[in-house]
């Protein structure tokens, strides 16, 4: 069984930058996994972020975030990064982390992912 812990969020003004981090534990070799974040504001269904091959060589983001946010792993340390710059008040959203051991491409689909994080708020003033 694979726990994940996010951290990182938090409150900014619109156009600074936060960092998630999110750590797994157990569940065997973490370079089997493939990595995502997914956010869900109020009243809104959970919706992909971004997304990470088990070795890091495929990403995939979804249009809202590219060229802002960056995913990245260290599999060394157990650990997905999700980078945000330029935030926007429509950023603003429980962000989770989601793995599952997958090969090949990352997955979009939610339903796709075995594992999740309990989540991390991010708040973005404007």
């Known amino acids: 069984q694979v726990q994940l812990l996010e951290s990182g969020g938090g409150l900014v003004q619109a156009g600074g930058s936060l960092r998630l981090s999110c750590t797994a534990s157990g569940g065997g070799t973490f370079s089997r996994y493939a990595m995502g974040w997914f956010r869900q504001a109020p009243g809104k269904e959970r919706e992909f972020v971004a997304a990470i091959s088990t070795a890091g060589g495929i990403t995939d983001y979804t249009d809202s975030v590219k060229g802002r946010f960056t995913i990245s792993r260290d599999n060394a340390k157990n650990t997905v990064v999700l980078q945000m710059n330029s935030l926007r008040p429509e950023d603003t959203a429980e962000y989770y982390c989601?793995?599952?051991?997958?090969?090949?491409?990352?997955?979009?689909?939610?339903?796709?992912?075995?594992?999740w994080g309990q989540g991390t708020q991010v708040t973005v003033s404007s």
């Open positions: 989601a793995g599952r051991v997958m090969y090949g491409a990352p997955r979009r689909r939610k339903e796709e992912y075995t594992y």
